[in-house]
C-alpha cells in the first residue's frame, strides 16, 4: 500500500466544503496526543482547533495530510510568522501509531522544512508532547531541568534529524472539586503581601475596553519575559487590534475567557494578568498566559491572579472538572504557585530546535 501526501486547505467551517476532511486530521492529531500522552484529556475539539490553524494576521500556516486507503493516517503543519521571520517556523509531523516506521514521517518533516525554508526560517523548531516512561536512557536539554526517555519515538525522530532538545516543560492538571475551599488561604496569604499597592480585578469573556491597551503590553511581555531556554526568542508584539482578534476568535468558536488582571494602585496600570479558556462541553479547561512584569515580582502576585482565576473559573463554568498548564521545567517560581495550588505532572513536552 502507498501513501499520498496532499496540503489541506482549510474550509471555512466544518460544515462548509473541505469540513469533513478538516475533521478526520482533527481526528488523527487528538488520537496521536492521546496515544503519547496516555489520556484523550487533552484532545482539542475540532471547530477549536479550526479556529486556532486557521491564518492570522500573525500566523501563516500550511498544513499537509497523509491518506492511504482513503484514510488520514498521519499530518504535518508548518507555522510562520510574518511580522517576524527572524524568529524562525514551527513545524509538527504527526503518524498514527500503527503507519510508523515506513518512512512516512521523514517524508513528511522533508515536505515542512522544504516550506520552512521557502520562508527563509533561520531555525526550525518543535513543541511536543513525549510518552512518560520511566528509566532506561534519558535526554536532557542543556538547563538541566527536566529529561525525556531516549526510546520516545518522537525523541529519537527528531535527534535522528539533527534537533537539539532546549527546553523540557511540564504538562500539569489541577482537579476542580474542592478547588476554592484550597485556594482560598493560598489568595488571602498572597493578598496579605501583596498589600493595598495593588488591586485585583477579575472579568470573564472579551477583554474590557479599559484594559485592552495594558493587556497588549502584557502579552508583548509574555514573548521574552517567560523563560524560554535555549530556544530562538523574538518579541511577539501585540497591539489594541490584536487583543481584540484574539479575544474575538476564541470566542466565536464557542469558547469562554476568565481572566485575572492585578493594577498598580500607584500607575493605573495593570502589571500582571492570568487567563483560563473553556471550550464549551470540555471537561478540562486551558490555563492560557500568565504573567507578572520584572519590576513587580516578590509580591506573591503570581499567587493572586492564578488562585483568582481558578476561584472565578469555579463560579462561571462550573461543569469544567479539570484546569491544564503547561510550564518549563526551569520556571521554579511557576512551579511553586502550581504545586501550593494542587497541579500535578501528567506528562512533558519537548521543544526542540534545529539551526538551518
Ligand atoms: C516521530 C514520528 C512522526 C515518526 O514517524 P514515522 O513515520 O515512524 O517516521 P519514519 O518512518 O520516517 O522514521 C522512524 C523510524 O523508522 C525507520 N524506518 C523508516 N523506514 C523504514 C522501513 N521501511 N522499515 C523499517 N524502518 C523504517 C527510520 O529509520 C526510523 O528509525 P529510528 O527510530 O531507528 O531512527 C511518529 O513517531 C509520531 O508521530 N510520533 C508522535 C509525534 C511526534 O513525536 N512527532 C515528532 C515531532 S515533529
Known amino acids: 500500500m502507498t501513501f499520498t501526501i496532499d496540503e489541506l486547505d482549510m474550509p471555512e467551517s466544518l460544515d462548509a466544503p473541505g469540513g469533513h476532511e478538516f475533521i478526520e486530521y482533527a481526528t488523527v492529531r487528538n488520537a496521536i496526543e492521546s496515544h503519547t500522552l496516555g489520556t484523550d484529556l487533552l484532545a482539542m475539539g475540532a471547530e477549536e482547533m479550526l479556529a486556532e490553524y486557521r491564518n492570522n494576521p500573525h500566523r501563516v500556516r500550511q498544513h499537509f495530510v497523509v491518506r492511504e486507503a482513503d484514510a488520514v493516517i498521519g499530518r504535518a503543519l508548518v507555522t510562520t510568522r510574518p511580522h517576524a521571520p527572524e524568529t524562525g517556523a514551527y513545524l509538527m509531523v504527526d503518524v498514527l501509531p500503527e503507519h510508523r516506521r515506513r518512512g512516512i514521517g521523514q517524508t513528511l518533516l522533508d515536505r515542512a522544512e522544504r516550506v520552512a525554508r521557502r520562508a527563509a526560517a533561520p531555525v526550525l523548531k518543535v513543541s511536543v508532547p513525549h510518552a512518560v516512561v520511566p528509566g532506561g536512557d534519558r535526554v536532557e536539554p542543556p538547563t538541566g531541568f527536566g529529561e525525556l526517555p531516549a526510546g520516545d519515538d518522537g525523541v529519537r525522530f527528531l535527534q535522528a534529524h539533527g534537533y537539539a532538545l532546549e527546553q523540557v516543560s511540564r504538562i500539569s492538571l489541577l482537579d476542580t472539586p474542592g478547588l476554592p475551599e484550597r485556594v482560598a488561604p493560598l489568595r488571602d496569604a498572597a493578598g496579605a503581601v501583596a498589600g493595598d499597592g495593588y488591586r485585583l480585578t477579575t472579568w470573564t469573556g472579551v477583554t474590557p475596553d479599559e ?98 482565576t481558578a476561584e472565578l473559573l469555579v463560579t462561571s463554568a462550573p461543569e469544567v472538572e479539570a484546569i491544564v498548564t503547561y510550564n518549563a521545567e526551569e520556571n521554579r517560581p511557576m512551579l511553586d504557585v502550581n504545586e501550593a495550588m494542587g497541579f500535578r505532572p501528567i506528562g512533558y513536552e519537548g521543544g526542540w530546535q534545529k539551526h538551518v
Open 211 to 308: 484594559w485592552t491597551a495594558d493587556l497588549a503590553v502584557l502579552r508583548t511581555r509574555m514573548s521574552t519575559d517567560a523563560p524560554m531556554a535555549g530556544m530562538v526568542i523574538t518579541e511577539d508584539l501585540w497591539d489594541v487590534d490584536r487583543v481584540r482578534e484574539h479575544d474575538q476568535r476564541i470566542v466565536a468558536s464557542g469558547r469562554s475567557i476568565v481572566t485575572a488582571a492585578v493594577e498598580d494602585v500607584a500607575s493605573g496600570a495593570l502589571v500582571g494578568f492570568s487567563v483560563i479558556v473553556v471550550s464549551a462541553g470540555d471537561p478540562v479547561a486551558v490555563q492560557d498566559d500568565t504573567l507578572v512584569l520584572r519590576d513587580h515580582r516578590g509580591w506573591r502576585l503570581g499567587m493572586l491572579l492564578k488562585s483568582a
